[in-house]
């Protein structure tokens, strides 16, 4: 079982940057990794996405050229950093893992069955 633990979330103002951390552990070679958020009221959803071998990396276009995605598998983290945040960009942030099994896209929440406990961002306008 991977276990994940989510940090780096707070209290930002509008154009601000954040960086948020998961570690990782209980993990190996052919998990894929993502980020996804939950807004109060609404589904959760894909944020970015990077395959096991770092070959395969995907943003939603909502936030696509301002969050970078990635993963330091030598210190078993996976970061999200997030540059000029908006008032829409405010939800609780996850951290997910999954086995590559070829089945599901890497956006797609079915790949993953690994999450951490979620950390929360608020963007002030």
């Known amino acids: 079982q991977v276990h994940l633990v989510e940090s780096g979330g707070g209290l930002v103002q509008a154009g601000d940057s954040l960086r948020l951390s998961c570690a990782a552990s209980g993990y190996y070679s052919g998990y894929n990794f993502a980020w996804f958020r939950q807004a109060p009221g609404k589904e959760r959803e894909f944020v970015a996405g990077?395959?096991?071998?770092?070959?395969?990396?995907q943003y939603a276009d909502s936030v696509k050229y301002r969050f970078t995605i990635s993963r330091d598998n030598g210190e078993n983290t996976l970061s999200l950093q997030m540059n000029n945040l908006n008032p829409e960009d405010t939800a609780v942030y996850y951290c997910a893992a999954g086995w590559d099994s070829g089945v599901y896209h890497i956006r797609a929440r079915e790949g993953y069955d690994s999450w951490g406990q979620g950390t929360p961002v608020t963007v002030s306008s």
């Open positions: 990077i395959r096991w071998n770092s070959g395969n990396i």
